[in-house]
C-alpha cells in the first residue's frame, strides 16, 4: 500500500503532470496573446500571467482556467521533485539535470523580479536632474507639511491602503504624525475632472463644482488617472471635501491649526542613491525618411561630490548600484525643429537582473551536452548499418 | 490619426492633389512619339546611378524595380506591342519620354470594380488587368476625391474595392512623382539679346532652370527692381514667367534624391533632389554650384534624348560626376555589391537548382539504388544551397549586417540552414529521404520569399529601426531563433512525409523507412528545440537592456515561448511513453503550425512591440498552411486509428499464439515517471 507522501512524489514527479502543465502554459499564452488584440497587455497580464485562477470568455462560454502563476508554480514543483530530485543520475541524464538547473536558476529570476522589483521613469528636460524615478501604474497618496528651509514632513499612503475605497465603504488614513483623518472615497482607476453643469445629474459627490467622470481602461495601463474623493476629518469634528486626481497640478491644501498639509494623489516615486542630469539629448533619422535610427541622451551622475559623464542609448542601458536606466522614450511628440525635448528614462531595480544570462548559458550547455551525446549515438548506429 | 507609412503617404498624397491635378500634363497626342532604343551601355550606366531611398544609398536600378514592382506587380513591362522593358529602361522612358511612358500599362488593377467606381473603361480588358496612365487621366480627379474619402475610414474598416481605389491613386501619385521628376530638364527659355534678364544671365540668350539657378541672386534683385519701377513690362512677364515656370518644374523633382552632397557633409547626410537644390538657393543658403553643374547635366540628358550617342556622351558625364563624388564621400561602394546581387539572380538560380533537384528527386524514388541520380540529386541541392548561402552572404555585406534583420530574410535564413540540416542528416543515414526533403523544402522556402516580396512590394534591405541596430543581438538572439524556426519547420515537414507516406502505404515493404524517418523527426526537433530556447532565452536578455524587462508577454515573445513549450511538451510526452513514433510525427507537424503563427501569424495581430515585422497580404497564405498542416495531422489520426483497429483485431488473432510462447509487448524503459 503506498502511503500518501509515494503517491503526492510520484504525482509530482511524472512526465504525464509535466505534459499537462506545459499544455496550460501554452494555451494560456496562446489566449493572452490573442486577448492583446482588444485588451491592452497590463491588463492581459494581470489576468492571464499574473494570476492563480481566471475565467477565460469565449463567446458565450466562461471557461474557468488556472492562471499562469499557478501553472508556474506547480511546474516548478514537478521540475524540483521529478526533474531534480528524483532524477535517475548517469551520464546519459546529465545534461538534462543541468538544463533543469538552468530553468530553476530562470525560475527563480523570474521569483526574485516579481517580488523584489520595480520599475519606472525618470523623465527630464536637458538641463534637468532627479534623483528619484515614478512608477508607471502604482500611485501613491503623499500627505506633507513644509518645514522650512526646503524640508518636508511627509506621509506616504501605498496604493494597497485606498484602492479598494468605494462611495459605500470609505477608507479611512489614520497616523500618529497628521492632526486629521482622511477619508477615502470613490477611487477610480481611470478618471477625469469634470465640471458639474446645471442639465445633468452625477451619481458622484460635487466638489466646488467639480466631479471625477469615471473613464473605460485605457489599452495601455500607463495612460490611466486615478482620481478618489477626500475628506479631512478634524479633531474637532468638522469636515473639509477635496478631490484628489493624478494630473492635478497642484496638490489638495488641509489647513489645521495654522499650518498647510498638501495632499497629493501621485505615481509612486522610488529615491536613487544619485542623481541624474540630462545634458543633451540627441534624436537622429534615417536620412530622408522619418524613421528613428538613434536616440541617445547625454547624463551627468551626479554622486557625493563627483559626477561623471555617461551616455544611454537603445541597447546601452546604465547600470548602476542594482538600477539600470534604459533610453525609453522621448517627446514632445509633435515638437518642432528647435523645441526643447525631453528624454524619458525606464528605471528598474532588480536583484536579477543578469540571472536570465546565467541560466541560458547553463541551458545551452546542458542541453548541447545531452543531445550531441545524443547525435554521435546516432551517427554511430547509422554508420554501422 | 495614425502615423504609420500609409497614413503618411495618404496625408502626402491628399496634400499633392491639387499639385496633381495643376501639374498634370496635356494629354498626349494621338501617336506617341517613337524613342530610340536604349542600349545596353545607357542601362547600365543608369541603373548604376546612385540614389537615396528609404534612409540608405541604393542603385537606381533597385529604386527602378521596386517601384514598377508596386505600379504593375511585375519587374518588367510588356508593351501591347510585344516588347519587354526592364524596370531601368521603363524608369528611363518615365523620366525622359513621360508622354511616351503615360500610354504604357503599367497600373495593375486587381478588380474590375475599382476601375468601375471611377468610371474608366474596360473596354477590351480583363478583370484583373494593367491601365496606363493615359487609361486613367480621365477620371483621375475622381480617384483622388475617392482616394481622400477613403483615406478618412480606417483601414481595417474599408472594403477591398475602397482599399484597391486607395492603394492605385497612391500609386498613380507615385508615378505622377517620376513622370515629372525632369520636367525642369525639358524647359528653356528665350532671352531677349540685350536685355536686362540677358545682362543678368551674362549675356546667355536661352535660360535654363540650372542658369537661372545660377543667377537666381540678381534675376530676384532685377525683378524687385523692375517691379518697384514699373518699367520694361515685357521684361517684367518674361522674368516672372521664366522664375515662376522654373519653380513650378522643380517642385515635381522630389522624388528622386540622385544628387550626393558635398564631399564635406558630414557622413549620412541628406542627398539631394533638384528641389531642395532651389530651396536651397531660394533660401539664401546660395546656389550651390556643384549641384547647379548636376541640375545642367540633366539638362543636357534631356536635350540629348533623341541623340543616342549624345545622350549616351551625356549620361557618362553625369553619371561620372554623381558617381564620382559619392565615391568620395564612401558611400558607392556597397551600390556596386547591390548590383552584382540582382544583376547576378543568384537567387533565381538558387531556387531553379532547387526545382531542378525537386524533380531529380521524384526520379530518384522511382530508382532510388540509382547512384547516378542520387550522386546528381545531392550535387544540385548542394550547389542549390550553395547559391543560397551565397545570396545571404552577399546581402550581409550589402548590408553590413547578420544574416538575418527583416522578416524577408528570415525566410532566406530558414531555408538555407533546412536544407543544411537536411543536408546533413542525409550525410549521416544516406536513406534518400533527408536529402529529397532539402529539395522540397529548397523550393517552397524561396517560392515563399519570392512571393512575399511581391507581396510587399518594398525594398529587401530597409533601414533599420532604432532598436533593432545592433550588430551584436541581430547575431544572437534573431540568428539563433530563426535556426530554431527552421529546425522546427524541418522537423514538420519531415514528420509530415512520415504521415503521409504512411497514409498512402509508400515504403509499406520497407519496414525501416517510416522508423528512420521517425528517428529523424526526433532528431531535427532536439536540433530546433536548443536553438529555440536558447533563442527565446537570449531575445529576453536583450529586452532587458532595450526595453528593461526579460519578459513582457508581447505577441512575438509569446510566440517564441509558445514554439518552446510545443516542443517541450513532444520531448516529454515522448520520454513519458504518451507519445511514440507515429503520434510524436503528429505532435510535431502540428508544431509547424506553432512556429507559423510565432514567425508570421503574430503579425497579423497588429499589436506588440515587435512591429517593426509587421506586414500585410499574408493572412490567406497562413490559414492556408495551417489548414494544410491540420489536415495532414487529421490524416495521421486516422492512419493511426486504422492501424489500431487492425492492431486490436491482430491481437485477438495472436492472443492465443502470445499465451503459447509467453512473449510481451515492447515496453520503453522509464515510462510514465522522470524516475
Not at chain 2, 503618411?8 to 496633381?20: C, D, G, K, N, S
Not at chain 2, 531542378?356 to 530518384?364: G, H, N, P, V
Not at chain 2, 532595450?546 to 515561448?561: M, T, V
Not at chain 2, 487492425?646 to 510514465?672: F, H, I, K, M, Y
Request: aromatic share 10%.
Amino acid at each position: 500500500m503506498k502511503t500518501l507522501l509515494e503517491r503526492f512524489v510520484r504525482l509530482f514527479s511524472s512526465f504525464g503532470l509535466s505534459c499537462v502543465l506545459l499544455i496550460l502554459l501554452a494555451l494560456l499564452t496562446w489566449l493572452g496573446t490573442l486577448e492583446q488584440v482588444n485588451t491592452g497587455l497590463f491588463e492581459v497580464q494581470k489576468k492571464y500571467f499574473e494570476s492563480f485562477f481566471l475565467v477565460h470568455q469565449a463567446g458565450p462560454l466562461s471557461i474557468p482556467l488556472p492562471g499562469a502563476n499557478l501553472v508556474m508554480c506547480v511546474l516548478a514543483l514537478n521540475l524540483l521533485v521529478g526533474g531534480i530530485l528524483r532524477m535517475r543520475r548517469g551520464a546519459a541524464t546529465a545534461g538534462v539535470l543541468v538544463v533543469h538547473l538552468g530553468i530553476s536558476l530562470l525560475l527563480v529570476s523570474g521569483f526574485v523580479k516579481t517580488y523584489f522589483s520595480n520599475e519606472g521613469h525618470l523623465t527630464l528636460f536637458e538641463g534637468q536632474r532627479s534623483n528619484s524615478y515614478q512608477s508607471y501604474y502604482r500611485w501613491e497618496i503623499s500627505i506633507a507639511r513644509p518645514l522650512g528651509g526646503g524640508n518636508v514632513h511627509e506621509l506616504l499612503v501605498p496604493q494597497e491602503d485606498f484602492v479598494d475605497a468605494t462611495g459605500a465603504r470609505p477608507v479611512t488614513l489614520v497616523s500618529d504624525e497628521l492632526p486629521f483623518d482622511l477619508e477615502i472615497r470613490h477611487y477610480m482607476r481611470n478618471c477625469r475632472v469634470m465640471p458639474k453643469g446645471p442639465m445633468f445629474e452625477v451619481t458622484v459627490p460635487v466638489v466646488d463644482g467639480f466631479f471625477l467622470q469615471a473613464d473605460a481602461l485605457a489599452k495601455e495601463a500607463e495612460h490611466n488617472v486615478a482620481g478618489a474623493y477626500a475628506t479631512a476629518v478634524l479633531p474637532d469634528g468638522t469636515r473639509t471635501e477635496g478631490i484628489l486626481w493624478g494630473l492635478d497640478d497642484a496638490p489638495w491644501t488641509v489647513s489645521v491649526d495654522g499650518a498647510d498639509w498638501t495632499v497629493d494623489l501621485r505615481h509612486e516615486q522610488y529615491p536613487m542613491p544619485f542623481s541624474v542630469e540630462l545634458d543633451v539629448f540627441t534624436k537622429e533619422n534615417h536620412p530622408r525618411t522619418n524613421m528613428p535610427s538613434k536616440f541617445s541622451s547625454d547624463v551627468t551622475v551626479l554622486e557625493g561630490g563627483s559626477s561623471r559623464p555617461v551616455k544611454i542609448q537603445m541597447n546601452e542601458p546604465l547600470r548602476d548600484q542594482g538600477l539600470v536606466l534604459y533610453q525609453a522614450s522621448w517627446g514632445p511628440s509633435n515638437a518642432r525643429p528647435g523645441d526643447p525635448l525631453f528624454s524619458t528614462l525606464s528605471v528598474v531595480r532588480n536583484p536579477a537582473d543578469q540571472f536570465p544570462l546565467y541560466a541560458c548559458i547553463v541551458i545551452a550547455f546542458g542541453m548541447v551536452m545531452h543531445f550531441s551525446r545524443r547525435l554521435f549515438r546516432y551517427m554511430r548506429a547509422e554508420a554501422r548499418r | 490619426m495614425t502615423n504609420s507609412p500609409a497614413a503618411r503617404a495618404a496625408r502626402l498624397l491628399l496634400a499633392l492633389v491639387p499639385l496633381t491635378l495643376l501639374a498634370t500634363p496635356a494629354p498626349a497626342q494621338e501617336s506617341a512619339p517613337a524613342r530610340p532604343a536604349w542600349s545596353p551601355e545607357v542601362v547600365e550606366l543608369a541603373e548604376s546611378l546612385p540614389v537615396q531611398d528609404g534612409g540608405r544609398i541604393k542603385p537606381l536600378r533597385t529604386q527602378a524595380s521596386f517601384t514598377l514592382l508596386r505600379l504593375s506587380g511585375r519587374r518588367s513591362v510588356r508593351l501591347p506591342s510585344g516588347e519587354r522593358l526592364s524596370a531601368t529602361e521603363w524608369l528611363l522612358d518615365v523620366l525622359l519620354y513621360p508622354e511616351l511612358a503615360d500610354t504604357y500599362p503599367v497600373f495593375l488593377v486587381q478588380n474590375a470594380e475599382v476601375v468601375e467606381a471611377i468610371a474608366v473603361s474596360r473596354e477590351g480588358k480583363k478583370v484583373r488587368d494593367r491601365y496606363s496612365f493615359e487609361e486613367l487621366r480621365p477620371r483621375i480627379d475622381r480617384l483622388f476625391q475617392l482616394a481622400g474619402e477613403y483615406h478618412r475610414i480606417e483601414e481595417k474598416d474599408r472594403t477591398t474595392v475602397q482599399q484597391q481605389v486607395f492603394l492605385l491613386a497612391m500609386r498613380v501619385q507615385e508615378y505622377l512623382g517620376l513622370s515629372g521628376h525632369l520636367e525642369f530638364a525639358r524647359e528653356s527659355f528665350p532671352v531677349r539679346p540685350g536685355g536686362e534678364i540677358s545682362a543678368a544671365l551674362d549675356g546667355a540668350d536661352v535660360a535654363t532652370p540650372s542658369l537661372i539657378l545660377e543667377h537666381l541672386g540678381p534675376l530676384l534683385v532685377l525683378r524687385d527692381r523692375l517691379s518697384a519701377e514699373a518699367g520694361d513690362g515685357a521684361e517684367m512677364q518674361a522674368l516672372s514667367e521664366m522664375l515662376v515656370r522654373t519653380s513650378e518644374s522643380l517642385s515635381r523633382s522630389e522624388n528622386l534624391a540622385l544628387l550626393p552632397p558635398a564631399v564635406d557633409e558630414p557622413p549620412r547626410a541628406d542627398w539631394h533632389s533638384p528641389v531642395d537644390v532651389f530651396v536651397n538657393a531660394l533660401q539664401g543658403s546660395g546656389a550651390d554650384a556643384e549641384a547647379i553643374e548636376d541640375l545642367a547635366g540633366f539638362e543636357r540628358l534631356a536635350a540629348n534624348r533623341d541623340d543616342p550617342a549624345a545622350f549616351e556622351s551625356s549620361l557618362r558625364d553625369l553619371h561620372g560626376r554623381l558617381v564620382g563624388r559619392a565615391e568620395a564621400r564612401g558611400e558607392y561602394e556597397k551600390v556596386d555589391l547591390e548590383l552584382l546581387y540582382y544583376r547576378s539572380k543568384i537567387l533565381n538560380y538558387s531556387h531553379y537548382g532547387f526545382v531542378l533537384a525537386f524533380f531529380l528527386t521524384a526520379f530518384l524514388w522511382l530508382r532510388p539504388r540509382s547512384k547516378v541520380l542520387y550522386g546528381g540529386t545531392s550535387l544540385t541541392v548542394l550547389v542549390s544551397t550553395v547559391l543560397l548561402i551565397g545570396t545571404i552572404t552577399l546581402r550581409c555585406m550589402i548590408r553590413g549586417r547578420p544574416p538575418v534583420s527583416t522578416l524577408y530574410e528570415t525566410v532566406l535564413f530558414v531555408t538555407a540552414v533546412a536544407a543544411l540540416i537536411a543536408m546533413f542528416t542525409e550525410a549521416v543515414n544516406r536513406r534518400r529521404i533527408a536529402i529529397s526533403v532539402a529539395a522540397l523544402v529548397g523550393v517552397i522556402g524561396l517560392f515563399i520569399a519570392n512571393g512575399y516580396e511581391m507581396l510587399d512590394k518594398k525594398d529587401t534591405m530597409p533601414s533599420l529601426v532604432a532598436v533593432l541596430d545592433t550588430n551584436f543581438w541581430l547575431a544572437t538572439h534573431v540568428t539563433a531563433i530563426t535556426t530554431g524556426y527552421s529546425a522546427g519547420m524541418l522537423a514538420a515537414v519531415l514528420a509530415s512525409v512520415y504521415l503521409v507516406t504512411k497514409a498512402f502505404g509508400v515504403r509499406r515493404s520497407d519496414p525501416t523507412f517510416h522508423h528512420s524517418l521517425g528517428r529523424m523527426v526526433y532528431g531535427v526537433l532536439c536540433f530546433a528545440l536548443i536553438f529555440s530556447t536558447v533563442g527565446t532565452i537570449l531575445g529576453g536578455i536583450w529586452a532587458n537592456d532595450s526595453w528593461g524587462r526579460f519578459w513582457g508577454w508581447d505577441p512575438k515573445e509569446n510566440g517564441a515561448l509558445l514554439i518552446v513549450l510545443s516542443q517541450l511538451v513532444i520531448l516529454h510526452a515522448r520520454m513519458g511513453g504518451y507519445l511514440r513514433e507515429h503520434g510524436l510525427c503528429m505532435a510535431t507537424a502540428f508544431g509547424g503550425t506553432v512556429i507559423a503563427f510565432s514567425w508570421w501569424g503574430v503579425n497579423l495581430l497588429g499589436v506588440g512591440l515587435h512591429s517593426y515585422g509587421f506586414t500585410s497580404g499574408i493572412h490567406d497564405a497562413l490559414w492556408t498552411y495551417y489548414g494544410l498542416q491540420w489536415a495532414v495531422v487529421g490524416l495521421g489520426a486516422y492512419t493511426w486509428l486504422r492501424e489500431r483497429g487492425r492492431a486490436r483485431d491482430g491481437r485477438t488473432d495472436r492472443s492465443r499464439s502470445v499465451n503459447a510462447t509467453g512473449e510481451r509487448p515492447e515496453a520503453l524503459p522509464g515510462q510514465g515517471s522522470h524516475a
